[in-house]
């Protein structure tokens, strides 16, 4: 059975950092891209980043380029994203997912997702 649990959203002020984690199980974690998307209401699921199986490369919405970095632990089959300088715009619901690295191109090379973990950034 496949799982993706997120954990680590919360309510912060604007500046704050918050680190979102994801636990994979059920499938093979290393031979998969790992990425964070986000929603909001009304709105489309937006890619927010991606990193390849292995590790070897890493991609970014242009809007947290600079303040969000993806990272995994094969061993522990983890991808964390660390979000810094958050900003109001980025107030959403996060999900863990996992395929392709062709989904920071959408949501159509995404195998498997979490169940989202919401994020509030306050003014």
């Known amino acids: 059975q496949v799982q993706l649990v997120e954990s680590g959203g919360g309510l912060v002020q604007a500046g704050a950092s918050l680190r979102l984690s994801c636990a994979a199980s059920g499938f093979p974690f290393k031979d998969n891209a790992m990425g964070w998307f986000r929603q909001t209401p009304g709105k489309e699921r937006e890619f927010v980043a991606v990193i390849t199986w292995g590790g070897r490369g890493t991609y970014y919405v242009d809007s947290v380029k600079g303040r969000f970095t993806i990272s995994r632990d094969d061993a522990k089959n983890t991808v964390a994203l660390q979000m810094n300088s958050l900003k109001v715009e980025d107030t959403a619901v996060y999900y863990c997912?996992?395929?392709?690295?062709?989904?920071?191109?959408?949501?159509?090379?995404?195998?498997?997702w979490g169940q989202g973990t919401q994020v509030t950034v306050s003014s």
């Open positions: 997912a996992a395929g392709a690295s062709a989904m920071r191109a959408g949501v159509q090379s995404v195998n498997y």
